[in-house]
Protein backbone atom coordinates (compact mmCIF):
# COMPACT_ATOMS: atom_id res chain seq x y z
CA UNK A 1 0.00 0.00 0.00
CA UNK A 2 1.66 3.40 -1.13
CA UNK A 3 2.73 5.44 2.02
CA UNK A 4 1.77 8.76 0.88
CA UNK A 5 2.74 12.15 2.32
CA UNK A 6 2.41 15.53 0.94
CA UNK A 7 5.17 17.85 1.52
CA UNK A 8 5.72 21.62 0.94
CA UNK A 9 8.71 23.75 1.00
CA UNK A 10 8.21 27.41 1.53
CA UNK A 11 10.86 29.89 -0.34
CA UNK A 12 10.33 32.35 2.21
CA UNK A 13 12.28 35.39 3.23
CA UNK A 14 12.70 37.34 6.73
CA UNK A 15 11.18 40.29 7.57
CA UNK A 16 12.73 43.29 9.28
CA UNK A 17 11.43 42.05 12.73
CA UNK A 18 10.97 38.05 14.40
CA UNK A 19 7.78 39.15 14.64
CA UNK A 20 7.08 40.06 11.22
CA UNK A 21 8.52 36.81 10.12
CA UNK A 22 6.83 34.93 12.82
CA UNK A 23 3.60 36.39 11.54
CA UNK A 24 4.06 35.38 8.04
CA UNK A 25 5.22 32.30 8.71
CA UNK A 26 2.32 31.59 10.40
CA UNK A 27 0.00 32.71 7.36
CA UNK A 28 2.36 30.12 4.84
CA UNK A 29 1.59 27.63 7.43
CA UNK A 30 -1.89 28.06 7.12
CA UNK A 31 -1.81 28.47 3.38
CA UNK A 32 -0.16 24.52 2.79
CA UNK A 33 -2.93 23.52 5.82
CA UNK A 34 -5.59 24.41 3.33
CA UNK A 35 -3.53 22.55 0.59
CA UNK A 36 -3.66 19.09 2.76
CA UNK A 37 0.62 19.75 3.44
CA UNK A 38 1.67 17.60 6.19
CA UNK A 39 4.76 18.67 6.39
CA UNK A 40 6.45 22.44 5.82
CA UNK A 41 10.20 23.33 5.00
CA UNK A 42 11.28 26.66 5.87
CA UNK A 43 14.98 28.34 4.78
CA UNK A 44 18.33 28.58 7.24
CA UNK A 45 18.02 31.45 9.50
CA UNK A 46 14.10 32.15 8.74
CA UNK A 47 13.53 33.65 12.12
CA UNK A 48 16.13 35.71 12.95
CA UNK A 49 17.83 36.24 9.97
CA UNK A 50 20.85 35.24 7.47
CA UNK A 51 23.01 38.67 7.62
CA UNK A 52 23.88 38.54 3.95
CA UNK A 53 26.08 41.11 3.03
CA UNK A 54 27.17 42.28 6.72
CA UNK A 55 30.71 42.67 7.13
CA UNK A 56 30.77 43.10 11.11
CA UNK A 57 33.48 45.44 10.27
CA UNK A 58 36.16 42.78 10.82
CA UNK A 59 39.59 41.95 9.53
CA UNK A 60 42.10 39.77 10.92
CA UNK A 61 43.41 41.59 14.03
CA UNK A 62 40.82 44.48 14.10
CA UNK A 63 37.26 45.40 14.63
CA UNK A 64 35.39 48.11 15.02
CA UNK A 65 32.82 49.87 16.95
CA UNK A 66 30.09 50.03 13.77
CA UNK A 67 30.33 46.37 13.25
CA UNK A 68 30.26 45.87 17.10
CA UNK A 69 27.03 47.32 16.62
CA UNK A 70 25.91 45.78 13.60
CA UNK A 71 26.49 42.57 15.87
CA UNK A 72 23.93 44.06 18.38
CA UNK A 73 21.56 44.27 16.16
CA UNK A 74 22.19 40.60 14.78
CA UNK A 75 22.11 39.33 18.51
CA UNK A 76 18.71 41.65 19.37
CA UNK A 77 17.12 39.52 16.39
CA UNK A 78 18.19 35.67 17.22
CA UNK A 79 15.61 34.12 19.27
CA UNK A 80 15.56 32.82 22.80
CA UNK A 81 14.49 28.78 23.22
CA UNK A 82 15.27 28.94 26.90
CA UNK A 83 18.31 26.15 26.11
CA UNK A 84 21.69 26.02 27.76
CA UNK A 85 24.97 27.19 25.40
CA UNK A 86 26.28 23.92 25.52
CA UNK A 87 22.74 22.52 24.67
CA UNK A 88 20.62 20.07 26.98
CA UNK A 89 19.46 17.71 24.85
CA UNK A 90 16.41 15.74 25.58
CA UNK A 91 16.46 18.08 28.90
CA UNK A 92 15.46 20.89 26.59
CA UNK A 93 13.10 19.07 24.70
CA UNK A 94 11.08 17.53 27.71
CA UNK A 95 10.63 20.61 29.44
CA UNK A 96 12.76 19.46 32.38
CA UNK A 97 15.25 22.44 32.77
CA UNK A 98 14.21 24.76 35.52
CA UNK A 99 12.07 28.01 34.74
CA UNK A 100 12.14 31.45 36.77
CA UNK A 101 9.68 31.61 39.33
CA UNK A 102 8.03 34.91 37.57
CA UNK A 103 8.09 32.90 34.24
CA UNK A 104 5.67 30.40 32.65
CA UNK A 105 8.24 29.42 30.16
CA UNK A 106 12.49 29.74 29.26
CA UNK A 107 13.36 31.92 26.36
CA UNK A 108 11.26 34.11 25.11
CA UNK A 109 7.92 32.53 24.03
CA UNK A 110 8.94 32.00 20.63
CA UNK A 111 9.21 27.74 21.50
CA UNK A 112 5.14 28.08 22.46
CA UNK A 113 4.16 30.01 19.31
CA UNK A 114 5.81 27.84 17.00
CA UNK A 115 4.07 24.60 18.98
CA UNK A 116 0.90 27.12 18.64
CA UNK A 117 1.38 27.28 14.86
CA UNK A 118 1.88 23.80 14.22
CA UNK A 119 -1.24 22.18 16.60
CA UNK A 120 -3.38 25.03 15.42
CA UNK A 121 -3.04 23.67 11.51
CA UNK A 122 -1.96 20.19 11.85
CA UNK A 123 1.02 20.61 10.11
CA UNK A 124 4.52 19.61 10.80
CA UNK A 125 6.55 22.43 10.68
CA UNK A 126 10.77 22.46 10.49
CA UNK A 127 12.05 25.39 10.08
CA UNK A 128 15.76 27.62 10.77
CA UNK A 129 16.17 29.99 13.03
CA UNK A 130 19.56 32.23 14.67
CA UNK A 131 19.27 30.66 18.16
CA UNK A 132 20.28 32.89 21.27
CA UNK A 133 21.54 30.85 24.00
CA UNK A 134 24.07 32.91 26.81
CA UNK A 135 25.96 35.08 24.87
CA UNK A 136 26.32 33.71 22.04
CA UNK A 137 23.94 32.60 18.45
CA UNK A 138 23.90 29.18 17.13
CA UNK A 139 22.48 28.09 13.45
CA UNK A 140 19.47 26.17 14.13
CA UNK A 141 16.73 24.38 13.63
CA UNK A 142 13.41 23.06 15.18
CA UNK A 143 11.31 20.31 14.60
CA UNK A 144 7.82 20.96 15.85
CA UNK A 145 5.15 17.99 15.87
CA UNK A 146 1.78 19.27 15.54
CA UNK A 147 0.32 16.80 18.84
CA UNK A 148 3.77 16.80 20.82
CA UNK A 149 4.94 19.83 19.64
CA UNK A 150 9.18 20.45 19.43
CA UNK A 151 10.32 16.76 19.65
CA UNK A 152 13.74 18.02 18.19
CA UNK A 153 16.73 20.20 17.37
CA UNK A 154 19.74 20.89 15.67
CA UNK A 155 22.55 23.36 16.19
CA UNK A 156 25.23 23.69 12.56
CA UNK A 157 28.11 21.84 13.78
CA UNK A 158 30.21 23.89 11.13
CA UNK A 159 29.51 27.43 10.18
CA UNK A 160 30.99 28.84 6.69
CA UNK A 161 33.74 31.32 6.50
CA UNK A 162 32.73 34.36 7.78
CA UNK A 163 29.46 32.95 10.22
CA UNK A 164 32.30 31.33 12.46
CA UNK A 165 33.03 35.19 13.71
CA UNK A 166 28.83 35.84 14.49
CA UNK A 167 27.96 32.03 15.42
CA UNK A 168 29.15 29.14 17.64
CA UNK A 169 29.53 25.51 16.47
CA UNK A 170 27.14 23.48 17.69
CA UNK A 171 27.44 20.00 19.36
CA UNK A 172 27.28 16.82 17.04
CA UNK A 173 25.21 15.58 19.54
CA UNK A 174 22.21 17.24 17.73
CA UNK A 175 22.70 15.12 14.40
CA UNK A 176 20.15 12.66 16.20
CA UNK A 177 17.43 12.26 13.99
CA UNK A 178 13.59 12.42 15.07
CA UNK A 179 11.03 9.80 14.36
CA UNK A 180 7.46 10.53 14.19
CA UNK A 181 4.08 9.62 12.07
CA UNK A 182 1.95 11.24 10.18
CA UNK A 183 -0.90 10.26 8.07
CA UNK A 184 0.25 6.48 8.83
CA UNK A 185 3.89 6.86 7.30
CA UNK A 186 7.00 6.17 9.69
CA UNK A 187 9.55 9.06 9.16
CA UNK A 188 13.01 9.33 10.06
CA UNK A 189 14.03 12.97 9.82
CA UNK A 190 17.37 14.68 9.89
CA UNK A 191 18.53 18.23 8.53
CA UNK A 192 22.00 19.16 7.50
CA UNK A 193 21.97 23.20 7.50
CA UNK A 194 23.60 24.51 4.43
CA UNK A 195 26.96 23.68 3.80
CA UNK A 196 27.45 20.94 6.27
CA UNK A 197 26.12 18.94 3.07
CA UNK A 198 29.16 19.58 2.02
CA UNK A 199 30.84 16.92 4.76
CA UNK A 200 31.03 13.83 3.84
CA UNK A 201 31.04 12.42 6.93
CA UNK A 202 28.41 14.53 8.31
CA UNK A 203 26.03 13.15 5.85
CA UNK A 204 27.05 9.85 6.34
CA UNK A 205 25.99 10.01 10.08
CA UNK A 206 22.31 10.77 9.00
CA UNK A 207 22.77 8.18 6.07
CA UNK A 208 23.85 5.79 9.08
CA UNK A 209 20.27 6.60 11.07
CA UNK A 210 18.05 5.34 7.90
CA UNK A 211 16.90 8.50 7.11
CA UNK A 212 14.56 8.66 4.68
CA UNK A 213 13.58 12.45 5.12
CA UNK A 214 16.18 14.66 4.67
CA UNK A 215 16.20 18.45 5.11
CA UNK A 216 18.54 20.51 3.94
CA UNK A 217 17.73 24.08 4.31
CA UNK A 218 20.86 26.56 2.95
CA UNK A 219 21.50 30.11 2.01
CA UNK A 220 23.32 28.94 -0.99
CA UNK A 221 21.95 29.81 -4.51
CA UNK A 222 25.04 28.50 -6.29
CA UNK A 223 24.46 26.34 -9.52
CA UNK A 224 26.29 23.36 -7.56
CA UNK A 225 23.25 23.41 -4.74
CA UNK A 226 20.72 21.32 -6.57
CA UNK A 227 23.66 18.25 -8.05
CA UNK A 228 24.77 18.11 -4.58
CA UNK A 229 20.80 17.77 -3.50
CA UNK A 230 20.31 15.09 -6.12
CA UNK A 231 23.66 13.19 -5.37
CA UNK A 232 22.18 13.41 -1.43
CA UNK A 233 18.81 12.20 -1.83
CA UNK A 234 20.32 9.44 -4.39
CA UNK A 235 23.06 8.86 -2.34
CA UNK A 236 20.87 7.93 0.81
CA UNK A 237 18.02 6.90 -1.17
CA UNK A 238 15.94 9.65 1.00
CA UNK A 239 13.36 12.41 -0.07
CA UNK A 240 15.40 15.79 0.45
CA UNK A 241 13.75 19.30 0.55
CA UNK A 242 15.74 22.14 0.79
CA UNK A 243 14.43 25.58 1.26
CA UNK A 244 17.00 28.75 0.69
CA UNK A 245 15.47 32.62 0.89
CA UNK A 246 15.00 34.88 -2.25
CA UNK A 247 15.81 38.41 -1.40
CA UNK A 248 16.14 41.50 -3.20
CA UNK A 249 18.56 44.32 -2.05
CA UNK A 250 15.49 46.85 -0.31
CA UNK A 251 14.20 43.66 0.96
CA UNK A 252 17.13 42.90 2.97
CA UNK A 253 16.06 43.55 7.21
CA UNK A 254 16.73 46.93 7.90
CA UNK A 255 19.13 45.87 10.73
CA UNK A 256 21.68 44.91 7.44
CA UNK A 257 20.39 47.67 5.13
CA UNK A 258 21.43 50.42 7.61
CA UNK A 259 21.31 54.22 6.65
CA UNK A 260 21.93 53.46 2.97
CA UNK A 261 20.51 56.77 2.10
CA UNK A 262 24.06 58.34 3.56
CA UNK A 263 26.21 55.84 1.94
CA UNK A 264 24.08 56.15 -1.61
CA UNK A 265 24.87 60.30 -1.22
CA UNK A 266 28.40 59.78 0.01
CA UNK A 267 29.16 57.83 -3.14
CA UNK A 268 27.49 59.46 -5.50
CA UNK A 269 29.02 62.63 -4.02
CA UNK A 270 32.34 61.27 -4.62
CA UNK A 271 31.19 60.24 -8.30
CA UNK A 272 30.43 63.29 -8.87
CA UNK A 273 33.76 64.92 -8.30
CA UNK A 274 36.17 62.39 -9.24
CA UNK A 275 39.62 62.48 -8.72
CA UNK A 276 42.12 63.84 -10.98
CA UNK A 277 44.63 61.18 -11.93
CA UNK A 278 48.09 61.30 -11.52
CA UNK A 279 50.47 61.98 -13.85
CA UNK A 280 52.56 60.05 -15.33
CA UNK A 281 55.52 60.54 -18.43
CA UNK A 282 54.41 59.82 -22.00
CA UNK A 283 55.62 55.73 -22.24
CA UNK A 284 55.17 53.11 -24.64
CA UNK A 285 53.19 50.03 -23.75
CA UNK A 286 54.19 46.67 -25.28
CA UNK A 287 52.76 43.07 -23.45
CA UNK A 288 54.60 39.91 -22.66
CA UNK A 289 53.77 36.49 -23.62
CA UNK A 290 51.96 36.32 -20.25
CA UNK A 291 50.48 39.00 -20.43
CA UNK A 292 52.05 41.31 -18.57
CA UNK A 293 52.37 45.07 -19.53
CA UNK A 294 55.30 46.97 -19.67
CA UNK A 295 55.49 50.70 -20.06
CA UNK A 296 58.82 51.79 -21.85
CA UNK A 297 59.48 55.33 -21.68
CA UNK A 298 59.39 57.42 -25.05
CA UNK A 299 62.44 59.41 -26.45
CA UNK A 300 61.00 62.68 -26.63
CA UNK A 301 57.35 64.10 -25.54
CA UNK A 302 54.89 64.83 -28.05
CA UNK A 303 55.24 68.65 -29.22
CA UNK A 304 51.78 69.57 -28.56
CA UNK A 305 51.53 68.38 -24.78
CA UNK A 306 52.08 69.68 -22.02
CA UNK A 307 55.22 69.27 -20.29
CA UNK A 308 56.71 69.92 -16.54
CA UNK A 309 59.73 70.42 -15.11
CA UNK A 310 60.30 66.62 -14.56
CA UNK A 311 59.80 65.28 -18.21
CA UNK A 312 56.26 64.33 -17.37
CA UNK A 313 53.34 65.43 -19.51
CA UNK A 314 49.69 65.85 -18.86
CA UNK A 315 47.92 63.16 -21.37
CA UNK A 316 44.36 64.52 -21.03
CA UNK A 317 46.08 67.57 -22.95
CA UNK A 318 47.96 65.46 -25.50
CA UNK A 319 46.84 63.80 -28.78
CA UNK A 320 47.88 60.85 -26.89
CA UNK A 321 44.35 61.09 -25.17
CA UNK A 322 42.51 59.96 -28.28
CA UNK A 323 44.29 56.97 -27.90
CA UNK A 324 44.30 55.93 -24.54
CA UNK A 325 42.77 52.97 -23.55
CA UNK A 326 40.72 52.26 -20.51
CA UNK A 327 42.83 49.29 -18.38
CA UNK A 328 42.26 47.02 -15.97
CA UNK A 329 43.51 47.73 -12.20
CA UNK A 330 47.06 47.08 -12.17
CA UNK A 331 50.14 47.72 -9.81
CA UNK A 332 52.94 49.27 -11.46
CA UNK A 333 56.12 48.48 -9.92
CA UNK A 334 59.80 50.18 -11.73
CA UNK A 335 63.15 47.95 -12.39
CA UNK A 336 66.53 49.58 -11.55
CA UNK A 337 66.98 51.23 -15.12
CA UNK A 338 63.68 52.90 -14.44
CA UNK A 339 61.52 50.87 -16.50
CA UNK A 340 57.41 51.01 -14.95
CA UNK A 341 56.36 47.14 -15.36
CA UNK A 342 52.25 47.13 -15.16
CA UNK A 343 51.52 43.67 -13.70
CA UNK A 344 47.18 42.78 -13.23
CA UNK A 345 45.92 43.70 -9.82
CA UNK A 346 43.39 41.39 -8.15
CA UNK A 347 39.94 41.75 -9.14
CA UNK A 348 37.72 44.13 -5.55
CA UNK A 349 37.70 42.70 -2.84
CA UNK A 350 34.58 41.40 -1.63
CA UNK A 351 34.69 43.98 1.08
CA UNK A 352 35.71 47.07 -1.78
CA UNK A 353 32.57 46.08 -3.57
CA UNK A 354 29.86 45.98 -0.29
CA UNK A 355 31.52 49.77 0.49
CA UNK A 356 31.09 50.68 -3.17
CA UNK A 357 28.84 48.61 -4.81
CA UNK A 358 25.96 51.13 -6.69
CA UNK A 359 23.63 47.83 -7.47
CA UNK A 360 19.82 48.54 -7.39
CA UNK A 361 17.75 48.00 -5.06
CA UNK A 362 15.54 45.52 -7.45
CA UNK A 363 18.94 43.31 -7.71
CA UNK A 364 19.12 39.77 -6.06
CA UNK A 365 21.12 39.49 -3.50
CA UNK A 366 19.50 36.10 -3.58
CA UNK A 367 18.11 34.38 -6.20
CA UNK A 368 16.53 31.13 -4.20
CA UNK A 369 16.89 28.10 -5.89
CA UNK A 370 14.42 26.05 -3.46
CA UNK A 371 13.42 21.95 -4.73
CA UNK A 372 12.48 18.78 -3.90
CA UNK A 373 14.38 15.69 -4.79
CA UNK A 374 12.87 12.17 -4.82
CA UNK A 375 15.12 8.76 -3.45
CA UNK A 376 15.95 7.92 -7.12
CA UNK A 377 17.59 11.70 -7.50
CA UNK A 378 14.90 13.16 -10.34
CA UNK A 379 14.01 16.39 -9.44
CA UNK A 380 9.98 16.69 -8.82
CA UNK A 381 9.52 20.38 -8.06
CA UNK A 382 11.81 23.41 -9.00
CA UNK A 383 14.32 24.89 -8.40
CA UNK A 384 12.49 27.90 -7.93
CA UNK A 385 14.26 30.94 -8.49
CA UNK A 386 13.24 34.61 -8.45
CA UNK A 387 10.84 34.25 -6.37
CA UNK A 388 10.49 36.18 -3.59
CA UNK A 389 7.25 36.06 -1.51
CA UNK A 390 4.51 33.48 -2.04
CA UNK A 391 7.14 31.03 -3.08
CA UNK A 392 5.52 27.32 -1.96
CA UNK A 393 6.45 24.18 -3.87
CA UNK A 394 4.46 21.50 -3.09
CA UNK A 395 4.61 16.88 -3.81
CA UNK A 396 2.95 14.22 -3.03
CA UNK A 397 5.72 11.45 -1.91
CA UNK A 398 5.21 8.01 -1.94
CA UNK A 399 7.69 6.86 1.13
CA UNK A 400 7.99 3.12 -0.06
CA UNK A 401 10.28 4.78 -3.11
CA UNK A 402 13.29 4.91 -0.12
CA UNK A 403 12.62 1.35 0.15
CA UNK A 404 12.61 0.53 -3.34
CA UNK A 405 15.53 2.29 -3.77
CA UNK A 406 17.60 -0.15 -1.38
CA UNK A 407 17.48 -3.11 -3.95
CA UNK A 408 20.62 -1.95 -5.47
CA UNK A 409 22.34 0.75 -2.64
CA UNK A 410 22.37 0.78 0.82
CA UNK A 411 25.32 2.94 1.75
CA UNK A 412 25.03 2.71 5.16
CA UNK A 413 24.17 -0.92 5.09
CA UNK A 414 24.61 -3.73 2.39
CA UNK A 415 26.51 -1.18 0.03
CA UNK A 416 28.91 -0.77 3.38
CA UNK A 417 31.51 -2.89 3.83
CA UNK A 418 31.17 -1.77 7.58
CA UNK A 419 33.44 -4.70 8.34
CA UNK A 420 36.08 -2.60 7.27
CA UNK A 421 34.84 0.78 6.97
CA UNK A 422 33.70 2.67 10.31
CA UNK A 423 32.64 5.54 11.30
CA UNK A 424 32.23 6.95 15.15
CA UNK A 425 30.89 10.01 15.90
CA UNK A 426 31.29 11.80 19.68
CA UNK A 427 28.43 12.15 21.60
CA UNK A 428 25.76 10.55 18.81
CA UNK A 429 24.44 6.99 18.38
CA UNK A 430 24.24 6.80 14.82
CA UNK A 431 22.26 3.35 14.65
CA UNK A 432 18.64 4.03 13.62
CA UNK A 433 16.17 5.39 16.28
CA UNK A 434 13.61 3.48 18.01
Not at 48 to 63: E, I, L, Q, S
Not at 116 to 132: Q, W
Not at 321 to 335: A, D, G, K, V
Request: with cysteine.
Amino acid sequence: MPQLLKLAVAQSRTLSTTTETLEALASTTQDAARQGIHLILFPEAYLGGYPRTCTFGAAVGARDPAGREQFLQHFHSAVDLGDTPVGAGDEWVERRLPVAKDKGHRGDGIREELERIARDTGVFVVTGLIERAGGSLYCAVVYVCPQLGIIGKRRKVMPTGSERLIWAQGSPSTLRAVTTTIAGVRLTLAAAICWENYMPLLRYSLYSQNVNLYLAPTADARDTWLPLMRTIACEGRAVVLSANQCVRRRNLPQWIQGDQSVDKEHRNSSKAQPTKPSRRRCSTITKTDDNHEINWPSASAQSDGERHSNGSMDLEDSHLESRHQPRRRSIITRTADNHEIVLPAAPASIAEKLMTDDGDDDDFVCQGGSCIIDPTGTVVAGPLWKVEDGGLLTVEVDFEDCERGRLDLDVAGSYSRNDSFRLEVTGLDINPPP
